[in-house]
């Protein structure tokens, strides 16, 4: 299955919110859909989901606009919230009876999924005594009980101890090896890292760069050394402008050309005490720095 | 369709487990239990009392300057049923005194048959006891005037003891009956409407800021919501009203023999069954056109603490429409041009138009036209709603202008 986005617009009065987004996703693969605040991700997910139409574009299915009756979207939001006054197994079957799930097997489904988070002494508390962790998997039992084929998670990790955190990656990994969409939108990057290969990076409406994590780190141009020496201080001091020292003590050299690559790298192993030289490759939060750092 | 039914069942259940709901209508179905067995449990307490003066608080009537002592006793006796009449020839300070001592509560000491004076030590608001001491020394004075004029005795007992008899038909309406029931139904239709109304209200504004909207908004249609909201809050209100009157009905047949004579209390009770149907249509209505705005104001509310001030208007709307109602009740003209004007108005005709058909004849074409009006209210007024709904759910922070609002709405 995949879901397509194709030329997104939206508008809130005067504003431009998205100025045509288009990406795609296919089943059993993890896509991250990045940006800072106010870039745009909310109201695409919304859009996907069909809370409110685009102005202009189109939301498809193996290339048809996606119709609700069938598919089956779960949806994590990233501002949490339930009834807190209620028992967690009515509001847990009321939602999944929402999503169109018929009573016997809503109920059958939300105990599988306490169960299995090992929430199932709370079955008959009230939300509220709940700890905010614990509360958080209730919560993203209301995103898979019903069976979704999209799973749409907007900061799922973002309060969750890392026992939780484990639980949570698990169940997110056995999702995406069933073969279901997973839309992640988080700014925690290290989680994107892990579980996303396609990312979109969204800034002032539109997506700046998108594609293969692999490739995206791949194809920075790879004009920086990083050099791990005990004698970092000569280094920098000796080759002057074009290094720096880096927060971990190592040094970064910038190259004028990649070719001088392999040049530089037998200097320095020729000068100096060397532990480690390598090829700077950019980690994602250095790349989304570069593309969402100035919002436009 | 299913969906909608979901939110029906889900919002009416939470009603019922409200324990604020439960233990409003318990109250009510005692507090009504208590005042129609009242009778029989006072009856109860006064058979075992023997009846005595004891308790009558005492009247003294100084009459030093007539010689017609037994005929004043007498009198005022009959006159003041409530008091212990003694007569006595005591001095001035000595009946003051104990007047401020309260062994007497009140004291009138006549100077001749045509003039007195009154001693009370608190003049109540309510005393009416000078009315009718003039009216019995009025009297006194005639039969002793005819009297010295020759008069016999048995014929002055005749002129005076002549009553007039009257009989009063009503071809329209009569508001002596039907002024209480009337007045209760519309509290009712007042309270309820006002209640719950403003619960759906809360209600929402609660979905809102708890965020469970966010996730509500993505898994129901906004018209499903707040139709499954309203209508839920409509029923539980219904129930609510059926559980209290319908109490009031069972415990009044259960205690049928004590009340009556009670005029007030038989003609609630006896009024007649087709205006029931009209309160219901009109309760089902009118609090569709107001928890419709009620549920609307409240998804445009981030924050719970404002939403008092954002349903301010409507309630100030819904109580003015009360005051003119209940006002022109009292002044027993219920079809006067304001009245006539309301029972048109969407936002008034539920009390108004039920008012005047309790209250006085209504043409039926009347009645009609203002049911029709109100029904495409509703249905305007509830998509009008849903569409605020779909739109003030995903705002958050202050509370939108009515322009930017409507501009919303238009595009919605």
Request: aromatic fraction near 10%.
């Amino acid at each position: 299955m995949e879901l397509e986005l194709r030329n997104l617009q939206k508008n809130f009065g005067q504003k431009e919110v998205l100025k045509g987004i288009s990406f795609s996703t296919e089943g059993g693969k993890a896509f991250g859909l990045l940006g800072r605040n106010g870039a745009g991700k909310t109201t695409s997910i919304r859009i996907i989901m069909g809370v409110f139409p685009a102005d202009s574009g189109e939301v498809l299915i193996d290339g048809k606009p996606i119709d609700y009756n069938k598919i089956q979207i779960g949806y994590l939001p990233e501002e949490r919230g339930l009834y807190p006054k209620k028992k967690i197994i009515d509001q847990l079957v009321y939602f999944a009876l929402l999503k169109n799930m018929d009573y016997k097997s809503a109920v059958k489904s939300v105990d599988y999924w306490l169960n299995r988070l090992g929430m199932s002494e709370y079955r008959n508390k009230r939300l509220d005594t709940l700890s905010k962790g614990n509360q958080q998997k209730i919560q993203l039992i209301t995103t898979l009980a019903h069976d979704p084929q999209i799973i749409i998670l907007d900061e799922p990790f973002s309060g969750l101890d890392p026992v939780n955190a484990m639980v949570l990656k698990d169940v997110v990994k056995e999702q995406i090896s069933k073969g279901k969409i997973v839309l992640f939108s988080s700014h925690q990057m290290n989680y994107i890292e892990e579980f996303c290969d396609k990312i979109a990076i969204l800034n002032g409406g539109k997506v700046v760069l998108q594609g293969e994590l692999y490739d995206i780190k791949r194809n920075y141009v790879r004009d920086k050394l990083i050099v791990r020496s005990e004698n970092a201080d000569r280094i920098v001091k000796e080759l002057g402008k074009c290094c720096s020292l880096t927060d971990t003590g190592e040094v970064k050299i910038q190259l004028s050309s990649e070719e001088e690559k392999q040049n530089m790298m037998k200097i320095l192993t020729e000068k100096y005490d060397i532990d480690e030289i390598k090829v700077f490759e950019p980690s994602l939060n250095d790349i989304f720095v570069e593309y969402a750092g100035n919002q436009g | 369709m299913k969906q909608f039914s979901t939110i029906l069942k889900f919002e009416l259940k939470s009603y019922f487990q409200k324990k604020v709901f439960i233990g409003v209508t318990i109250f009510l179905v005692l507090l009504i239990a208590v005042v129609m067995f009242s009778p029989q449990i006072f009856q109860m307490f006064s058979e075992n009392d023997t009846e005595s003066n004891e308790s009558k608080p005492v009247m003294v009537v100084v009459a030093s300057v007539s010689e017609n002592t037994e005929i004043i006793k007498q009198s005022f006796s009959e006159a003041f049923t409530n008091y212990d009449v003694h007569i006595s020839k005591e001095s001035l300070d000595e009946v003051k005194n104990q007047i401020t001592s309260q062994k007497v509560e009140c004291a009138f000491v006549l100077n001749s048959l045509t003039s007195y004076d009154y001693y009370v030590n608190n003049l109540s608001l309510y005393d009416t006891n000078t009315q009718i001491a003039d009216e019995v020394l009025q009297n006194i004075y005639r039969m002793d005037e005819m009297m010295k004029n020759g008069i016999p005795v048995e014929s002055v007992q005749q002129i005076f003891d002549t009553g007039i008899e009257h009989n009063t038909t009503s071809l329209g309406k009569n508001q002596m009956q039907n002024f209480f029931y009337t007045y209760i139904m519309i509290f009712a239709l007042y309270m309820v409407i006002l209640l719950y109304g403003q619960m759906v209200a809360t209600n929402v504004a609660s979905e809102k800021s708890s965020r469970a909207m966010e996730l509500l908004i993505t898994s129901a249609k906004p018209v499903s919501m707040m139709f499954g909201k309203v209508i839920a809050s409509c029923l539980a209100g219904l129930i609510q009203l059926v559980a209290v009157f319908g109490s009031a009905y069972l415990f009044y047949n259960l205690n049928k023999t004590y009340w009556e004579g009670n005029q007030i209390i038989e003609s609630i009770f006896n009024m007649p069954l087709e205006l029931l149907v009209y309160m219901i249509v009109f309760f089902i209505l009118g609090f569709f056109v107001y928890a419709f705005l009620y549920g609307a104001i409240g998804s445009t509310v981030s924050k719970l603490e404002d939403i008092n001030t954002s349903v301010m208007p409507l309630t100030f709307l819904f109580v003015i429409a009360f005051v003119v109602v209940v006002f022109s009740m009292t002044s027993g003209s219920v079809d006067n041009i304001l009245m006539f004007i309301c029972s048109y108005i969407p936002f008034t005709s539920p009390m108004a138009m039920f008012t005047r058909i309790a209250m006085s004849t209504v043409p039926i074409y009347e009645i009609i036209i203002s049911i029709v009006i109100l029904i495409a209210s509703v249905i305007g007024i509830g998509v009008i709603s849903a569409k605020i709904y779909r739109v003030g759910v995903l705002l958050y922070g202050t509370t939108p202008k009515i322009s930017s609002l409507l501009k919303a709405i238009k595009k919605a």
